[in-house]
């Protein structure tokens, strides 16, 4: 089996902007929401899970950037608004947040993040050999963690951002800014069919998964109709993209995003992984010239997963930026959560414990794509 169809296998996922469903309905499209993390003075809804101190009754958990004031911290289905002072204590300029003794915030020792060998549906080995990784089928990590509204001063941040660039996908942006209907097609794995995001699971705040998310950052920002056709199925890797270039086709797509990596990082290599992305990408402008991509760089999976090989997921990034070029974007979700993973634990923001992002994470992924397209 295919380690990133962990949650779930599933046919095609389609979705048409024409179309209202029951996800636009219970979660709501803000400005605030799909704001890059990386942008302005507030960070929305930045997820985190509380350790506790095997040695001390403390527990606590850091975020991203120093603390100017805190805004509201919440649980993850945003039902529960916890108060300073009785769940929380931060001080001004710190990154860190610890709960008082009486906290209604769920923590968790790091013992109780494992599972004994044998005992979970799937083989998810711990690195150091002690046991399993704990895993999240649905939302169990999401229960666990809470989200984080802060505001911070200026930001430092070592590795790159997204930038928007009107000369690298003209034809789409031109689309969208002339409000003009845009076809939006994603092919990928798990994660881009929607994998640990709320909505899959009909569960609060039911937010969808990255490439909706895209839809609706792309239709509301430019106040013009995009139909999103997500082909995306758990377990798939670059191999099978490449069988599905007729289905795409089919879809007559302005933009595609392509988003495969994290079943290929069982062991294939870049060049491989490279050849079938280059394949893809040569089928489907020998009929669609005029076709834009957009090429997204995986987040990284748990480090402490023995199936992964890490090492894979900054070759992948390079290679696909060997392939960018003029009507071909590269979405660098991996230098963003390398950067993530020297600041914060996988566990803040995973969303099954190995290889999936939360609701946070998915709107990352949704946020680093939109900044391509939409200027800051």
Same mark, same amino acid.
């Given at each position: 089996m295919r380690f990133c169809s962990l %949650?779930?296998?599933?046919?095609?996922?389609?979705?048409?902007?024409?179309?209202?469903?029951?996800?636009?309905?219970?979660?709501?499209?803000s400005a605030e929401a799909l704001q890059p993390f990386?942008?302005?003075?507030? %960070?929305?809804?930045?997820?985190?899970?509380?350790?506790?101190?095997?040695?001390?009754?403390?527990?606590?958990?850091?975020?991203?950037f120093p603390i100017n004031q805190i805004v509201s911290i919440k649980s993850s289905a945003g039902d529960i608004t916890y108060e300073e002072g009785r769940d929380y204590l931060w001080k001004p300029g710190s990154h860190e947040l610890?709960?008082?003794?009486?906290? /209604?915030?769920?923590?968790?020792?790091?013992?109780?993040?494992?599972?004994?060998?044998?005992?979970?549906?799937?083989?998810?080995?711990?690195?150091?050999?002690?046991?399993?990784?704990?895993f999240g089928g649905r939302?169990?990590?999401?229960?666990?963690? %809470?989200?984080?509204?802060?505001?911070?001063?200026?930001?430092?941040?070592?590795?790159?951002l997204p930038k928007f660039d009107a000369t690298v996908l003209p034809r789409t942006i031109e689309k969208l800014k002339s409000k003009q209907p845009v076809s939006l097609v994603v092919l990928g794995d798990s994660i881009s069919a929607?994998?640990?995001?709320?909505?899959m699971y009909d569960a609060?705040?039911?937010?969808?998964?990255?490439?909706?998310?895209? /839809?609706?950052?792309?239709?509301?920002?430019?106040?013009?109709?995009?139909?999103?056709?997500?082909?995306s199925v758990g377990g798939k890797d670059t191999p099978w993209g490449v069988t599905q270039v007729p289905a795409v086709l089919a879809a007559q797509p302005d933009l595609i995003?392509?988003?495969?990596?994290?079943?290929?990082?069982?062991?294939?290599?870049?060049?491989?992984?490279?050849?079938?992305?280059?394949?893809?990408?040569?089928?489907?402008?020998?009929?669609?010239?005029?076709?834009?991509?957009?090429?997204?760089?995986?987040?990284?999976?748990?480090?402490?997963?023995?199936?992964?090989?890490?090492?894979?997921?900054?070759?992948y990034r390079d290679a696909l930026a060997e392939l960018c070029g003029p009507g071909i974007a590269l979405a660098d979700v991996t230098a963003i959560w390398t950067e993530f993973l020297k600041r914060k634990l996988d566990c803040d923001q995973t969303g099954n414990g190995v290889n999936h992002p939360n609701d946070f994470g998915h709107r990352v992924y949704a946020q680093v794509i939109s900044a391509l397209l939409i200027p800051e």
């Amino acid at each position: 089996m295919r380690f990133c169809s962990l %949650v779930w296998m599933s046919s095609a996922w389609l979705l048409c902007s024409s179309l209202v469903t029951a996800q636009e309905t219970k979660w709501q499209w803000s400005a605030e929401a799909l704001q890059p993390f990386w942008q302005g003075a507030t %960070v929305y809804g930045e997820s985190v899970l509380f350790l506790k101190d095997p040695e001390a009754e403390t527990a606590d958990a850091v975020v991203l950037f120093p603390i100017n004031q805190i805004v509201s911290i919440k649980s993850s289905a945003g039902d529960i608004t916890y108060e300073e002072g009785r769940d929380y204590l931060w001080k001004p300029g710190s990154h860190e947040l610890l709960l008082t003794k009486e906290s /209604r915030i769920p923590s968790f020792l790091p013992s109780e993040l494992r599972r004994q060998p044998g005992t979970q549906p799937y083989a998810l080995t711990h690195r150091d050999g002690n046991g399993e990784i704990l895993f999240g089928g649905r939302l169990e990590y999401a229960a666990m963690q %809470v989200c984080v509204t802060y505001e911070h001063g200026p930001i430092s941040w070592n590795g790159p951002l997204p930038k928007f660039d009107a000369t690298v996908l003209p034809r789409t942006i031109e689309k969208l800014k002339s409000k003009q209907p845009v076809s939006l097609v994603v092919l990928g794995d798990s994660i881009s069919a929607g994998a640990n995001a709320s909505a899959m699971y009909d569960a609060a705040p039911y937010q969808p998964a990255y490439p909706e998310l895209v /839809r609706l950052n792309l239709a509301k920002q430019f106040e013009t109709e995009v139909t999103l056709t997500n082909l995306s199925v758990g377990g798939k890797d670059t191999p099978w993209g490449v069988t599905q270039v007729p289905a795409v086709l089919a879809a007559q797509p302005d933009l595609i995003v392509i988003a495969f990596g994290m079943n290929d990082s069982a062991g294939r290599p870049a060049k491989e992984y490279q050849e079938f992305t280059r394949q893809m990408l040569e089928q489907i402008r020998k009929d669609r010239p005029e076709t834009e991509f957009i090429l997204v760089a995986s987040m990284l999976g748990n480090a402490d997963w023995t199936r992964l090989k890490q090492e894979l997921f900054p070759a992948y990034r390079d290679a696909l930026a060997e392939l960018c070029g003029p009507g071909i974007a590269l979405a660098d979700v991996t230098a963003i959560w390398t950067e993530f993973l020297k600041r914060k634990l996988d566990c803040d923001q995973t969303g099954n414990g190995v290889n999936h992002p939360n609701d946070f994470g998915h709107r990352v992924y949704a946020q680093v794509i939109s900044a391509l397209l939409i200027p800051e």
